[in-house]
């Protein structure tokens, strides 16, 4: 398995458009993860999918931000529109089972690296 | 509600010299604590688990409930242990499958 796959791997826009990050979790796994990785505040939970279904959102930052999980083996992160403070590298990781979560088994893609000018 | 806390954004430290990260965490419940690490160019991945009680690469960490802590330690670092490194809680009692990462402090081992 290659592991989680993220696209772009650099993304770099121009403020007010629009940002769309993928991930391909590992196959058989049922949670999918987005994080947000920046210097000052580390990393933060976006938002947690199990078996496709959004099952915490809190951490999206604004209503700019949107995610879908169409099927168990694609997700997209969605910035629209963008703004230079959602300048970032954002993670996709994937888990299998609860018991997998509580682990620590949680495997990260390499990211996608974005700037917004 | 969960919460861990890296207070050391940067550490530097000399080849062979030992080396202690320091993790406190806020949960009410039972907690998991976890080390992971991000080498330069590589994806982040788990180091160490505390329910494991394992030595990895020559570093330990030891879960004190008392003082809510989970420092990572080694007592001779290597340049290769350069990397940032995040420490993550996980609560089995609370809805539970969320992963709760501290701010991370980037270890810099000059030779």
């Known amino acids: 398995d290659a592991g989680v796959i993220q696209s772009p791997r650099h993304e770099v826009t121009e403020m007010g458009q629009e940002v769309t990050l993928r991930c391909k979790p590992i196959?058989?796994?049922?949670?999918l993860f987005w994080y947000r990785q920046t210097m000052m505040r580390g990393l933060e939970l976006l938002i947690y999918?199990?078996?496709?279904?959004?099952?915490?959102d809190s951490g999206m930052p604004e209503d700019r931000f949107s995610a879908k999980m169409p099927n168990a083996s694609f997700s997209t992160l969605k910035i629209q529109p963008s703004e230079p403070r959602d300048s970032a590298v954002y993670f996709c990781a994937s888990s299998f089972g609860l018991a997998g979560v509580h682990t620590g088994e949680l495997f990260f893609g390499e990211g996608s690296r974005l700037t917004v000018l | 509600a969960q919460r861990v806390t890296q207070p050391e954004k940067l550490l530097s430290v000399f080849k062979g010299a030992p080396v202690e990260l320091k993790c406190n965490y806020s949960?009410?419940?039972?907690?998991?604590l976890f080390w992971y690490v991000q080498y330069s160019r590589q994806r982040l991945q788990l180091l160490l688990r505390?329910?494991s009680r394992e030595s990895i690469k020559g570093f330990t960490a030891d879960l004190n409930k008392g003082e809510t802590s989970f420092h990572l330690k080694k007592p001779f670092a290597q340049e290769e242990d350069s990397a940032m490194y995040y420490c993550a809680l996980s609560g089995r009692e609370t809805s539970g499958s969320r992963l709760t990462f501290g701010e991370g402090t980037q270890l810099t081992v000059n030779p």
């Open positions: 505390h329910i």
């Open positions: 196959s058989g796994h049922d949670y």
């Open positions: 949960y009410s419940g039972s907690p998991e």
């Open positions: 999918f199990n078996n496709n279904v959004p099952i915490d």
